[in-house]
């Protein structure tokens, strides 16, 4: 199973909030616990103990502090390529050709038990499936859904897959913001501006993990609040 944490983000809704890129933000390990580190390390910590093939893509403007965090875990560097508008795009070149793969979204906090689930599913079920919340958290504040990670198996219909998300972005038919979301209603066949999420293809985490997309997700968030 190949792991790719996507971490290539253009950060325009974190700023430079804290001095630093959000996936660096300092967080807690685990809810009530003292050990902090870097929000990307923590994917990594877990990521590595799941699989041994993983990636972690690196923007191209600054891709020292990630490249340093991949050697140090013994893991892939994909450096992005220029132009890529969204973490499909940006890790296409390794996607696993014919077996399984797990795209993480870098700047997610995620507990033990949601990445378990995700790569428990993965392994079990093979096509594509989207792993998020599909309303507001209670745990974390977050008053809107989020998807954290999606898995499918081989490189061909995914790839058809991010195309016609472009096709359907390009001729406003589809939030140009909206990529993730927007692929699973093409899975589901439910109206592309529309928020309806339906199994097989969604699968439901609603603990702490949750996306760090800006400083307001920072601060409220249980494993960051008082850092």
């Known amino acids: 199973m190949r792991v790719i944490i996507a971490a290539a983000g253009p950060q325009t809704r974190w700023g430079d909030y804290l001095g630093v890129r959000q996936h ?3 967080a807690r390990a685990f809810l009530g616990v003292d050990m902090v580190l870097p929000l990307l390390e923590l994917t990594l910590m877990q990521a590595v103990f ?3 093939d993983v990636w972690l893509t690196a923007p191209a403007d600054e891709p020292g502090p990630y490249a340093g965090f991949a050697r140090a875990y013994g893991v ?5 390529p ?3 508008r969204n973490e499909f795009e940006s890790t296409r070149p390794v996607w696993a050709q014919d077996q399984t793969t797990v795209l993480l979204l870098g700047d997610v906090w995620w507990t033990p038990t949601a990445l ?3 790569f ?14 599909a309303n507001a958290s209670r745990v974390t504040g977050c008053p809107y859904g989020e998807i954290f990670a999606q898995s499918w198996t081989g490189s061909a219909e995914m790839g058809r897959l991010t195309d016609a998300v472009r096709r359907e972005q390009d001729a406003g038919r589809a939030d140009p913001t909206k990529h993730g979301w927007t692929m699973l209603r093409m899975l589901q066949g439910t109206p ?3 928020h309806t999420v339906r199994p097989p293809w969604w699968v439901e985490i609603d603990d702490a993990t949750d996306d760090i997309d800006t400083p307001v997700d920072y601060r409220r968030h249980p494993a960051t609040r008082g850092l």
């Open 192 to 194: 592309l501006r529309e």
């Open 24 to 26: 660096f933000a300092p």
């Open 76 to 80: 892939h560097t994909h450096i992005a």
């Open 116 to 118: 378990a689930r995700v």
């Open 120 to 133: 428990s599913r993965a392994a079990e079920d093979g096509g594509s499936r989207f792993y998020g919340r």
């Open 50 to 52: 799941h699989s041994d």
């Open 82 to 84: 220029a132009g890529a």
